[in-house]
Nanobody
């Protein structure tokens, strides 16, 4: 049974930074493609970043150059470092495998105030 526990969200001013964490159990982050997703109010959930087993990464165009996805294999945790935050980054952020599987954590709310 896979469990995903996201944390690290909060309220931050435009231009600020946050680091999100996702503690994963039931699968190993080192041998699975993992991703961060987000869902803004009134919008569909979208893919933000992907971390491949090779360590390679891919980012949505809207966050490229500002966000960094990483993992700690020993802690079975993935991270999303977010810099230069914008109001349009406001959303609930989730982690999951990539492609996303049919289970989700509770997410963590990120609110960027302008």
């Amino acid at each position: 049974q896979v469990q995903l526990v996201e944390s690290g969200g909060g309220l931050v001013e435009t231009g600020g930074s946050l680091r999100l964490s996702c503690l994963v159990s039931g699968i190993s982050v080192s041998i699975n493609f993992m991703g961060w997703y987000r869902q803004a109010p009134g919008k569909q959930r979208e893919l933000v970043a992907v971390l491949r087993t090779s360590g390679g990464t891919n980012y949505a165009e809207s966050v490229n150059g500002r966000f960094t996805i990483a993992r700690d294999n020993a802690k079975n945790t993935i991270y999303l470092k977010m810099n230069s935050l914008k109001s349009e980054d406001t959303a609930v952020y989730y982690c999951n495998q990539f492609p996303a599987q049919d289970y989700w954590g509770q997410g963590t709310q990120v609110t960027v105030s302008s």
